[in-house]
């Protein structure tokens, strides 16, 4: 193996510069017995040869070159550029093969041929103090088949150059400087509820409660602002539901029968204006976010997923709550969800 990729198990927070924030904090999971779906991960280095095979360079850096982040049309201009460039370069025969290798052994493991993964932007840097890119690239749900993957791969390298990324990085006066990426690539759990967790009140910082949101299905019907998730306020010490608002939840997304990728389908009324977490799953997931929130030792927002049937807990990504502090000179969000929806509401795709 030359080392473009390697088993999400063999990472640590050390990898975070070769394979990136989200990769990286998997391992971390891992190490601390925290139940994570099984997967890989791509390293920068894997972009890096995808952008010098293709020839790339000079093309991305005239694109980007004295771009303003108050210039809406230019960086439009230089986003479409970069990325037409980009879907048409092959990803490189050596990262290919890795890939090849390490989807097998998921589907071996899984006892399946081409099984469903998520293939995941794992930007380094990306939870930095001074910069969050959370949101801004792109996640692909439930693809299937080795070419999907790789297509999804070079999908999620494009997306570092979307105009919220290009935009974002000219604020911070990084518009020039050649960004990179690694991707995660993780075994699909068949969600019957997601949704994403606290391990503070987001909006006070108080450090005693976890803040959880929660859905059926898979996470994109929140993402699309199509439902309003429920929302919990738990406390962490006693496990007492502080807070519990239950809404219409009357569409979710479940797994495209045709066999890659996420249908939207409605909710039964029976169960649409029902709570999607009892007492007991709620004290689960505090459990675990603790068990998280120790692990890396701060504050932690985290995706989870409940499977389909046994009702298994999964974390598919967790990482720090950032710039709590920075917020106390700016409007507090109203709510977790308008916080959730402010850092989440771009970048997952249902193929």
């Known amino acids: ?25 998997l391992g971390e999971l891992l190490a601390a017995d925290i139940p994570v779906p099984p997967g890989f ?15 790339l360079e000079r093309r991305i850096s005239s694109a980007v070159a004295g771009v303003s982040a108050r210039d809406v049309d230019a960086i439009g201009r230089a986003s479409h550029a970069i990325s037409e460039a980009m879907r048409f370069a092959p990803v490189p025969d050596a990262v290919r093969a ?42 692909y749900l439930w693809v299937r088949g080795v070419q999907h993957v790789c297509d999804a791969v070079r999908d999620c390298w494009v997306s570092l150059y979307s105009p919220p990324a ?36 987001p909006v006070s910082g108080d450090p005693s409660m976890v803040a959880i949101n929660a859905s059926w299905g898979l996470g994109l019907a929140v993402v699309g602002g199509e439902v309003t998730p429920d929302d919990y306020l738990v406390s962490k010490v006693t496990g007492e539901v502080v807070r519990e608002h239950v809404h219409l939840k009357d569409v979710e997304y479940v797994p495209d029968p045709s066999g890659g990728g ?16 009892d007492q007991l799953g709620l004290l689960r997931l ?21 499977a389909r049937g046994g009702g298994e807990l999964f974390v598919v990504q967790a990482r720090p709550v950032t710039g709590l502090a920075k917020r106390r000179d ?22």
């Open 98 to 139: 890795e890939v090849e290798q390490h989807y097998a052994q998921i589907g071996a493991a899984a006892g399946v041929d081409s099984p469903p993964v998520a293939v995941r932007s794992s930007a380094v840097g990306e939870d930095s103090a001074d910069a969050t890119f959370a949101g801004q690239q792109e996640t």
């Open 1 to 25: 193996m030359s080392g473009y990729t390697r088993p999400l198990q063999q990472l640590s927070r050390s990898d975070e510069p070769s394979f990136g924030g989200k990769s990286a904090n």
């Open 41 to 55: 991960a791509i390293s920068s280095t894997a972009f890096q040869e995808f952008v010098a095979d293709a020839g």
């Open 330 to 351: 700016k409007p507090k969000p109203q709510s977790a969800m308008s916080l959730i929806m402010s850092t989440f509401g771009a970048g997952s795709k249902g193929s």
């Open 286 to 306: 505090v459990e675990v976010g603790k068990r998280v929130e120790r692990h890396f030792g701060s504050h932690q927002d985290i995706e989870w997923a409940i």
């Open 262 to 277: 996420a249908v939207r389908v409605d909710v039964p009324a029976e169960r649409s204006e029902r709570a999607c977490l």
């Open 166 to 201: 290009i935009s974002y990085r000219a604020r911070l006066d990084q518009a020039e400087e050649p960004p990179t990426m690694g991707v995660t690539v993780q075994l699909m759990v068949d969600a019957e509820v997601s949704g994403v967790m606290f391990t503070c009140n």
